[in-house]
């Protein structure tokens, strides 16, 4: 059985690692999980040290509780926001940090996600729901716009028609819905929500690390270019990979039939 490290010096996350997979929870359950810069803060040290460290290789986000994964941002702290604030776009700049980040990661929605939430949730690689959480992103309630990537991901996840309508009604949706237009790739029972995605983590975790990471660059950078580039960025990736030791691992442990055992070069 593998065992469970914990780091517990974060004040606002919790931070578990188990063999190669680490869980980050957002701990504020009283404020129903909501961002507030200490939490942006903390979320990108926990991602810098595990990418540092080099043992776990896919991440899960999931919220503490069961009422909200993340119910948008703090309110508190948006009342403060200036111009200067909006120019600054600290989210924004962290959810497209998490956007290229190394290693897959996986949202496990476990309530509410709201607003920051739910740009927390899209700039994920993927998003699996539980079947009583509900998403939205509401900020036209509150005179501004999902400034924090929301305009952008939405429409390429979703479709342009689909987030116009969402963003300006701002108007809440339930699990169903989200995958019925492809916010998220699965919906399973509360009780079952992180087991779900620990096993979507384990087939990608059994994948070739290299691969994985490469596969993740080509398809994102190669969405925001014309098709022809994308297929450059594809064909060098590939080239790369053809001289990787773990293509050689892959090729040799299919044809000797037995689980390969990936290195990461």
């Known amino acids: 059985m593998q ?11 919790l931070v578990e690692e188990t063999g190669n997979l680490g869980i980050i929870t957002i701990n504020r359950p009283e404020a129903r999980n909501a961002l507030n810069p200490a939490v942006v803060r903390e979320l ?36 403060t926001y200036t111009a200067i604030d909006g120019l600054n776009a600290k989210m924004q700049r962290f959810f497209d940090f998490l956007e290229d980040y190394e290693l897959p990661t996986i949202a496990a929605i476990n309530g ?17 729901a539980a079947a009583g959480a509900r998403f939205g992103l509401p900020e036209t309630n509150l005179g501004i716009i999902p400034g924090a990537g929301g305009t952008q991901r939405l429409s390429r996840l979703v479709g342009r028609g689909r987030a116009v309508e969402l963003i300006l009604t ?6 169903d819905e989200a995958l019925r237009i492809g916010l998220v790739t699965e919906v399973v029972a509360a009780a079952d929500l992180l ?10 975790m059994a994948k070739g690390p290299l691969a994985i990471r490469l596969a993740k660059l080509v398809i994102k950078n190669g969405a925001e270019t014309d098709q022809r580039t994308g297929l450059l960025l594809e064909r060098l990736a590939q080239s790369l990979l053809y001289t990787s030791n773990d293509k050689a691992e ?14 990461g070069s």
Do not use: W
């Open 3 to 13: 065992t469970a490290a914990t780091n517990t010096r974060y004040e606002t996350i």
């Open 44 to 79: 990108r040290t926990a991602l810098e040290e595990i990418a540092e460290h080099g043992q776990v290789r896919a991440v899960v986000f999931t919220g503490a509780g069961e009422k909200a994964f993340v119910a948008g941002s703090d309110i508190t702290a948006l009342a």
């Open 112 to 128: 509410f996600a709201l607003g920051g939430g739910n740009e927390l949730a899209m700039a994920c690689d993927i998003r699996i």
């Open 170 to 175: 701002g108007r809440i949706f339930d699990a």
């Open 195 to 204: 087991d779900a995605a620990r096993a979507t983590a384990g087939q990608i």
């Open 250 to 263: 892959g090729l040799n442990a299919f044809l000797e039939k037995r689980p390969a055992s990936f290195t």
